[in-house]
């Protein structure tokens, strides 16, 4: 059965990636990947397993179906909704008040200024909506579509940066926060400069081999001008929407869609209100209108790839892939008080690993797994709260998605949006992501072996 659910994922992630060549839409063989390891995930126990209670297994698939969609749904709705503000606010013309203010043409300086913008946006929304909002602005800004992919590549590279060093920027990173890995103070302070090197190195690349202007687009307003007020009030309203998520979380403790949908809610009651009033001045546009040129395809890619991840996660195929390298690269002894400690840096090379590894599988099971098999509180705790390996996983899993265009849902969102090629991105934006990866995996091992040794030494001294 192993052997049959990840052959049938090696597959089915090829076609996703060869969707050019074969001419097959990614999101019909993303589908079709969900359907099928749940399928046969279900009939191997069923046809090998003679002892098999059928009815104590109808109900184990049941619940575990439900339990995985559910939490697909979250991120499918999340997705849904940050994609529909921002489509609005883009229908409104919001963000040519944004984009008029980035004046410069030049390359090297415009790809400075966005990856920047992506990188601090990401820390304060979360990596996938900044990356939609930053497609947004590339479109007003860039009109050569593979020039755009190659600013769109790096948008990708920042936000998942961005992200990692935040509590709120990234779903591993919030995982960790929430049941108590890591602190705010802490996981900012450990792993900010390490994410700002792994932004910075792959923009300054890059930028050797970047020279001129780029050309802006023409004006795509078909004719409808809307008044700056209108602009203005709702781009204000949506980025306030989607900044108001996290801070919905931490008063409600709901799940972020709710937050998000929260926010929508509000900006189309606004939006209605608007056309109506002023339908026979302006032809203003509603989030019912919006709504019929949203991206679905991309929102049905994410349901097909994540319910296809979870059948792997329910099969316990990543949680043995997690003791794998526990058992590989991990050394615990006992300490004089009989409690286990870590002995070495192995731990270093499972957080590399299990970052690698998130560019394939979601880094959301992955960090799952690895927070079900190392607690941090407790006699048998290995790894305690703040210790280093919370902080390097938060930031290998938060970044490492970005080695692929598939590996991180910053990427797939921006996958959808601008219908870049798997292949293309393979060869154009691969080496850059890994060689800040890299970077900023080295900046946190030297800083956590020397500045923060020294000073967890100061402090036991006082």
Request: proline fraction near 3%.
């Amino acid at each position: 059965m192993v052997v049959a659910l990840v052959t049938i994922f090696v597959i089915g992630y090829a076609c996703i990636a060869l969707e050019h060549p074969l001419k097959v839409n990614k999101t019909a063989t993303a589908l079709l990947l969900g359907v099928l390891t749940w399928s046969v995930f279900s009939f191997c126990n069923v046809a090998f397993n003679p002892e098999l209670d059928h009815e104590a297994w109808r109900a184990f698939i049941s619940g575990n179906l439900v339990e995985n969609l559910g939490e697909t749904a979250e991120i499918v709705f999340f997705l849904l909704g940050a994609m529909t503000i921002v489509t609005l606010i883009e229908d409104y013309q919001g963000f040519t008040i944004i984009t008029d203010k980035i004046k410069t043409t030049n390359k090297k300086r415009l790809l400075w200024i966005l990856s920047l913008l992506t990188f601090f946006l990401s820390a304060l929304l979360d990596n996938m909506t900044t990356a939609i909002v930053m497609v947004a602005l590339l479109r007003k800004l860039i009109a050569d579509k593979k020039e755009r992919w190659l600013y769109a590549g790096m948008v990708i590279l920042a936000a998942n940066a961005g992200g990692a060093w935040s509590p709120i920027g990234d779903v591993t990173t919030i995982m960790l926060w929430i049941k108590g890995e890591v602190t705010t103070v802490n996981i900012i302070a450990k792993t900010l400069i390490a994410s700002l090197a792994c932004m910075a190195v792959p923009v300054f690349l890059l930028g050797f081999t970047l020279k001129g202007d780029i050309e802006r687009p023409e004006s795509q307003s078909e004719g409808i001008v809307v008044p700056h007020r209108f602009r203005l009030l709702v781009l204000i309203m949506g980025v306030s929407a989607l900044i108001f998520v996290p801070v919905f979380k931490t008063i409600t403790h709901l799940p972020p869609y709710l937050g998000m949908l929260f926010g929508l809610s509000i900006l189309w009651v606004t939006t209605e209100i608007l056309s109506r009033r002023y339908s026979k001045e302006f032809r203003l546009p509603t989030a019912v209108s919006t709504l019929e040129h949203v991206d679905v395809p991309t929102i049905l890619f994410f349901l097909g790839i994540l319910m296809a991840v979870s059948c792997l996660k329910v099969a316990g195929i990543l949680g043995g892939l997690a003791q794998g390298l526990n058992d590989a690269f991990l050394t615990v002894q006992t300490d004089a008080a009989g409690h286990p400690e870590v002995v070495g840096g192995g731990f270093f090379l499972i957080d590399l690993i299990i970052g690698v590894l998130s560019s394939v599988v979601d880094n959301v099971p992955l960090v799952a797994a690895v927070q079900g098999m190392y607690p941090h509180e407790g006699i048998d705790a290995i790894f305690v709260q703040n210790h280093p390996f919370w902080e390097f996983l938060a930031y290998c899993a938060g970044t490492g998605g970005s080695l692929l265009i598939i590996g991180s849902a910053a990427g797939v969102a921006v996958m959808g949006m601008e219908k870049i090629d798997f292949i293309w991105y393979l060869k154009k934006i691969s080496l850059l992501a890994l060689a800040g990866y890299i970077a900023g995996a080295i900046v946190f091992i030297v800083m956590d072996v020397t500045l923060f040794e020294k000073v967890e030494f100061l402090r036991e001294l006082v």
